[in-house]
T-cell receptor, first 115, second 116 residues
Framework: AQKITQTQPGMFVQEKEAVTLDCTYDTSDQSYGLFWYKQPSSGEMIFLIYQGSYDEQNATEGRYSLNFQKARKSANLVISASQLGDSAMYFCAMNSGGGADGLTFGKGTHLIIQP | DVKVTQSSRYLVKRTGEKVFLECVQDMDHENMFWYRQDPGLGLRLIYFSYDVKMKEKGDIPEGYSVSREKKERFSLILESASTNQTSMYLC???????????????FGPGTRLTVL
């Protein structure tokens, strides 16, 4: 069974600062994928970034990067130069390498960016 | 533009009613999923399907069933709704093989179901 742990229920960050959202995972699979999704107050789930377990380089997508530390089973999301529009719920998730068996989500982190 | 639609944004039903939640995707995706989202619990997988007429139980299938008669449509059925099924229900779809994005799932807008 897979498990995702997000230990920060809520975070307050000043605008323009960098943010790190923590995520640790547990799985017995050798091949797996790690995801981050953003959910604004409007409710839609927005895909941010993906890291495969065999990817040696950390994934980056614009202001988002994923700090992947495989030995520590850690997949932290880093948002550089935070903006007011980054205020949202953030979910870390994972699936097995096949991808067809659904995602296991963490409980989420509520990020609030303050001006 | 990819699109997953759900039949209702808000739904109010009575205990014991049979409830149908419909999800349609226009991306020709093989895989479809149903999740429920509750505060403090994140999203939990109810059922998924990787082909027409195929279905697999997720982590919390009790009290639910699903139907997939056509590739683009995946229905979640509450046979006899109960108050503990009051929740946000999210449908998603994915296409296997998009390795660069790890079978990214595309989500619908969600249906907020209240069972009285």
């Amino acid at each position: 069974a897979q498990k995702i742990t997000q230990t920060q229920p809520g975070m307050f960050v000043q605008e323009k600062e960098a943010v790190t959202l923590d995520c640790t995972y547990d799985t017995s699979d050798q091949s797996y994928g790690l995801f981050w999704y953003k959910q604004p107050s409007s409710g839609e789930m927005i895909f941010l970034i993906y890291q495969g377990s065999y990817d040696e380089q950390n994934a980056t997508e614009g202001r988002y990067s994923l700090n992947f530390q495989k030995a520590r089973k850690s997949a932290n999301l880093v948002i550089s130069a935070s903006q007011l529009g980054d205020s949202a719920m953030y979910f870390c998730a994972m699936n097995s390498g096949g991808g067809a068996d659904g995602l296991t989500f963490g409980k989420g982190t509520h990020l609030i960016i303050q001006p | 533009d990819v699109k997953v639609t759900q039949s209702s944004r808000y739904l109010v039903k009575r205990t014991g009613e049979k409830v149908f939640l419909e999800c349609v995707q226009d991306m020709d995706h093989e895989n479809m999923f149903w999740y429920r989202q509750d505060p403090g619990l994140g999203l939990r997988l109810i059922y998924f399907s990787y082909d027409v007429k195929m279905k697999e139980k997720g982590d919390i299938p009790e009290g639910y069933s699903v139907s997939r008669e056509k590739k683009e449509r995946f229905s979640l059925i509450l046979e006899s709704a109960s108050t503990n099924q009051t929740s946000m229900y999210l449908c998603a779809s994915s296409y296997p093989g998009l390795a660069a994005r790890g079978d990214e799932q595309f989500f619908g807008p969600g249906t907020r179901l209240t069972v009285l």
